[in-house]
């Protein structure tokens, strides 16, 4: 019986220490910084260098304003939008790229009709299915 007792009292003294112990809140803070200012928009994965003319579709334009892709992305949740992944590095794109901070070509804007895109995503870059 002693040996409940003392068991006893050692669990309510467990108990006492454990609510006094504040308790650490986690706080992550994470600096993306500023988008990088390309006149056709930027890839959407690091290191994050500018997309030539026609990689992304218009409806990732808001007038001659790129919407952002990727930790940028400024559109709503359920945004889809085309992007023409043969113009893109990781498959094998090594044509021209603008540099950050030119300033667009209007002779080299992309509309619907001369479009062609062959992968769709979602704002974070993520493939998605296409909409049916």
């Known amino acids: 019986m002693r040996g409940y007792k003392v068991l006893m009292l050692a669990v309510v003294a467990g108990g006492c220490l454990m609510a006094t112990v504040p308790k ?3 706080q992550v803070s994470v600096d ?3 988008a990088p200012s390309c006149p ?4 959407d994965a690091a290191p ?3 997309a030539p003319s026609g990689y992304y579709g218009p409806e990732w334009f ?8 990727g930790p940028w992305f400024h559109g709503p949740s359920n945004f ?4 023409n992944r043969d113009m893109h590095p990781e ?3 090594k044509g021209p790229t603008p540099s950050r901070g030119e ?3 209007p002779a080299k804007r992309v509309d619907k009709d001369h479009f062609t895109g062959n992968e769709e995503r979602d704002g974070r870059g993520h493939a998605t299915e296409p909409k049916r």
């Open 32 to 34: 993306i910084g500023l």
């Open 48 to 50: 994050y260098g500018c």
């Open 40 to 43: 056709y928009g930027y890839y």
């Open 62 to 69: 808001q007038g001659d304003v790129f919407v952002g892709a």
């Open 80 to 83: 889809r939008g085309n992007v």
């Open 24 to 26: 650490a809140q986690a």
């Open 91 to 93: 498959h094998g794109y």
């Open 103 to 105: 300033k667009a070509d």
